[in-house]
């Protein structure tokens, strides 16, 4: 069956490049959700308060959601606040969203459980999709049409998860 969810994880052409690549994966959008309002672009996000986050269409007869998100957590730091790699601000916070509650349930026993295990408080939100705006065309696939860009996530680093 396909399924959706909503992945923060600081910038987002590194979170997008990294997803592509898993098996399951059906399709990627990248975005800014969660913010003030229900526009943006790329130059307001500071002033609405959305977050560079990756819309993932995955079949979860091939990956599960917890599989998704065992590796959003291993590619992003779970305990900083407002920044990953180099980026700086709340546009770059981390979080997981959702419109479907069934899916935020699980997402927050998945949180729960990581909790337990850690001494430092995780700081990735979860919370209820308020409104997700697809980001500039030239943000798209940015990875792929700029090997060479910036990414603060090692593309080739697969946990055996």
């Known amino acids: 069956m396909i399924k959706e969810i909503y992945l923060a994880g600081g910038c987002f052409w590194g979170v997008e490049a990294y997803f ?14 969660n913010g003030k309002t229900d526009a943006t672009t790329y130059e307001k996000v500071n002033e609405t308060d959305h977050a560079e986050t990756v819309y993932l269409k995955y079949d979860d007869r091939i990956i599960s959601l917890e599989k998704i998100l065992e590796y959003l957590y291993h590619i992003v730091d ?17 979080g997981i969203y959702s419109q479907d509650q069934d899916t935020l349930e699980l997402v927050r026993k998945f949180i729960s459980k990581k909790q337990k295990e850690e001494n430092q408080e995780i700081q990735i939100e979860v919370e209820k999709l ?9 943000h798209q696939n940015y990875l792929e049409k ?16």
Not at 20 to 33: C, E, H, L, N, R
Not at 130 to 138: D, S
């Open 130 to 138: 308020k409104n997700f705006v697809l980001a500039e065309e030239y």
């Open 78 to 94: 779970p305990f900083s606040v407002n920044k990953q790699g180099n980026d700086r601000g709340r546009q770059y916070r981390t």
């Open 20 to 33: 592509k690549s898993i098996d399951g994966i059906v399709d990627t959008k990248v975005g800014y959700a």
């Open 146 to 161: 700029n090997p060479t860009g910036y990414c603060h996530i090692n593309l080739n680093d697969r946990p055996n998860i």
